[in-house]
């Protein structure tokens, strides 16, 4: 009874492993072109989360260091199977990389420079660009759009592109505008 | 053995220090280790800079493996990558161990409540140095156009999709 419980566990990690290493290995374009994939196989086909957990664990990955991917295969293997899920999630989304890398330094490293790459790498960023946009729409509609809101996000675009403030501060200040003026709210709620 | 160690802490300071993801990391790697260490040469930083960016994976993770890999070989390679990706795990294992707690408090969703318009300014950026940087003509944004309905319609899969506009790509971006 009890060593069938640790296969089906041994099972589970690897599946996971698994995930993430398709995620690292199908990931191109870097950071933020990882999400859509990320949302594809973690929240729509398997299950693991739901969106609005996606997206909270999406922006608690920006305020902490470390690469987006990496920070968020730690996280959801975390909550999965605890420190364990964490390091074999961890481990398959950077197995890839390692691989290729590796691959790309031992024989193909003039392949990589030739002009259909670049073609192509620019074909994948128009892809790229699609897949944020919906990310960005898909983000806006699940929130509760209210004055609070409005004001923080069009603050935000004038620290990005007028102030050019690094991300990390934006991010704070609008945690920190929340934390001032939301408080008092959830905390009536959880009265009611 | 004394060499795996100093790149291995090395990577680590750069995986600590990096708030934003692959792009923020880079110019850090070249004032650390171009510029002070001299493990690597300029010229072999820009060219793998523009390896790291056009293979899949985190452009933080190629690089420290591609360093490593230049500086010690396979194990140089593995040390780099995990230096890197260590300090993200040791923080977000310790926030994911609270998180259940803490999820529940009226500070931190308060808190959420305020990055979430954030994230959506975070995410138009993205979109705007990708453009800004890359789309010289019409063409990728005619292509970007049809990728988003494409991708909003037939909700077809992620990686398919940037396949398919690469191969798309490689006929008509100049």
Do not use: C
Not at chain 1, 100 to 122: N, W
Not at chain 2, 71 to 76: E, L
């Amino acid at each position: 009874m009890k060593s069938s419980k640790i296969l089906k566990k041994l099972i589970n990690l690897f599946k996971l492993t698994g995930i993430f290493f398709y995620i690292g290995l199908f990931t191109l374009g870097g950071g933020y072109a990882m999400v859509p994939l990320m949302k594809q196989e973690i929240v729509e086909k398997r299950k693991l989360l739901d969106a609005d957990t996606f997206y909270e664990i999406f922006a608690i990955s920006q305020v902490t260091p470390g690469p987006i991917a990496v920070n968020m295969a730690t996280f959801i293997g975390y909550k999965e199977s605890g420190i364990l899920g964490s390091v074999f999630t961890t481990t398959g989304v950077v197995l890839p990389s390692l691989i290729i890398i590796i691959l790309i330094s031992l024989y193909f490293a003039d392949a990589v420079k030739s002009v259909f790459v670049h073609r192509f790498f620019m074909g994948v960023l128009t892809g790229v660009v699609a897949e944020i946009a919906y990310l960005t729409l898909d983000v806006w509609k699940r929130s509760n759009v209210d004055t609070f809101y409005v004001i923080v996000f069009v603050l935000s675009l004038i620290e990005i592109f007028v102030i050019k403030l690094n991300p990390i501060y934006v991010i704070l200040i609008g945690g920190a505008l929340g934390v001032i003026f939301k408080t008092k709210e959830y905390m009536n709620e959880r009265t009611h | 053995m004394k060499e795996l160690i100093k790149i291995y802490f090395e990577f680590f300071k750069i995986g600590a220090v990096t708030f934003g993801g692959g792009q923020a990391m880079l110019p850090i790697i070249q004032r650390e280790l171009v510029t002070n260490l001299h493990w690597i040469t300029m010229k072999n930083f820009l060219y793998f800079v523009s390896i790291a960016q056009v293979t899949p994976g985190p452009i933080a993770v190629n690089m420290a493996t591609f360093i490593g890999y230049n500086m010690k070989g396979f194990w140089g390679a593995v040390i780099a990558t995990f230096g890197v990706a260590s300090p993200s795990f040791a923080i977000i294992v310790l926030i994911a161990s609270v998180m259940h707690n803490l999820s529940k408090t009226a500070v931190y969703k308060a808190f959420i409540s305020g990055v979430k318009p954030v994230i959506i300014a975070l995410l138009i950026s993205a979109i705007y140095l990708i453009v800004h940087g890359s789309f010289h003509s019409a063409v990728p944004f005619i292509l970007a156009a049809i990728a988003f309905v494409v991708f909003v319609k037939f909700k077809i899969n992620a990686f398919l999709l940037l396949i398919g506009m690469g191969t798309i790509g490689i006929f008509l971006i100049r």
